[in-house]
């Protein structure tokens, strides 16, 4: 059974950081594009970073500079360090993992940036 479990979801004041992992289970970590995404109240879901098999990577406009994504194929995990955290930042963040043919979702944490 493949699972993504995320974690690090917080309250945060405006201008602080917060790490987000995410720990994957039941696949092949390494052969696994892995991405961040996030949905705020009322908006569709939306891409912040994703990290390829050989950890290229790419970001949203919004999050360039201020979100760094990384991986750990030994411990199965993904990250997302972000730092200068602004109030737009606000919302449920999501795990995927994505291969040919198959496309796994984690449950999603909950950050809040408050002012």
């Known amino acids: 059974q493949v699972q993504l479990v995320e974690s690090g979801g917080d309250l945060v004041q405006a201008g602080g950081s917060l790490r987000l992992a995410c720990t994957a289970r039941?696949?092949?970590?390494?052969?696994?594009?892995m991405g961040w995404y996030r949905q705020a109240p009322g908006k569709q879901r939306e891409l912040v970073a994703r990290?390829?098999?050989?950890?290229?990577?790419n970001y949203a406009d919004t999050v360039k500079g201020r979100f760094t994504i990384s991986r750990d194929n030994a411990r199965n995990t993904m990250y997302l360090q972000m730092n200068s955290l602004k109030l737009e930042d606000t919302a449920v963040y999501y795990c995927?993992?994505?291969?040919?043919?198959?496309?796994?979702w984690g449950q999603g944490t909950q950050v809040t940036v408050s002012s």
């Open positions: 995927n993992a994505a291969n040919v043919g198959h496309n796994y």
């Open positions: 039941g696949i092949i970590f390494r052969i696994y594009a």
């Open positions: 990290i390829s098999l050989g950890g290229s990577t």
